[in-house]
T-cell receptor, first 116, second 113 residues
């Protein structure tokens, strides 16, 4: 099992540029989550999907952020335009819910984004 | 609402010392409780979990008991190793037809030889 795959692992970009982060969840998982981690704010849930449908995007900080899940094996998080305060580690996680209870979330290795 | 409170770090210990990281929670409903660990440069990994009161989760020498009466889920290990140095997150989930976790802010553990 390959686990959750994220790309790129590191991204350095200049302010104003578009950034796209990618995630491949574990096969068979029906939930996908995007998190952001910073020293100041800790781990924040940005958005999550169930069966490719966005369920709650209330954590998305601004309209500059958007996320899509076109199919069960791929999701993107896009920032356009990027700003220095977007610098953080972005994690994707997936889980498989059974019996109506939350099950374990499996995290990817993260993408470290630096916006200059 | 749901919230998790962890003791602030860093927690600094010598190898073979006893570890306790405190975690308390508030939840609307009956939560499942989790401890996740994040090693430097990596994503979070599930360490252990408990789904009902008085359950004890255990893994890699770590233990935590679900205490409903004190709304706590403290993490313990009898003898820490340098390789246990990491950030530990307590988390909860509440069944409401969807699957989300509420995380604490994390506690950094530093173990010296």
């Amino acid at each position: 099992d390959a686990g959750v795959i994220q790309s790129p692992r590191h991204e350095v970009t200049e302010m104003g540029q578009e950034v796209t982060l990618r995630c491949k969840p574990i096969s068979g998982h029906d939930y996908l989550f995007w998190y952001r981690q910073t020293m100041m704010r800790g781990l924040e849930l940005l958005i999550y999907f169930n069966n490719n449908v966005p369920i709650d995007d209330s954590g998305m900080p601004e309209d500059r952020f958007s996320a899509k899940m076109p199919n069960a094996s791929f999701s993107t998080l896009k920032i356009q335009p990027s700003e220095p305060r977007d610098s953080a580690v972005y994690f994707c996680a997936s889980s498989q819910t059974g019996g109506g209870r939350t099950d374990t979330q499996y995290f990817g290795p993260g993408t470290r984004l630096t916006v200059l | 609402g749901n919230s998790v409170t962890q003791m602030e770090g860093p927690v600094t210990l010598s190898e073979e010392a006893f570890l306790t990281i405190n975690c308390t929670y508030t939840a609307t409903g009956y939560p499942s409780l989790f401890w996740y660990v994040q090693y430097p440069g990596e994503g979070l990994q599930l360490l252990l979990k408990a789904t009902k009161a008085d359950d004890k989760g255990s893994n890699k020498g770590f233990e935590a008991t679900y205490r409903k009466e004190t709304t706590s889920f403290h993490l313990e290990k009898g003898s820490v190793q340098v390789s246990d140095s990491a950030v530990y997150f307590c988390a909860l989930s509440v069944t409401r037809g969807y699957s989300t976790l509420t995380f604490g802010k994390g506690t950094m553990l530093l173990v010296s030889p």
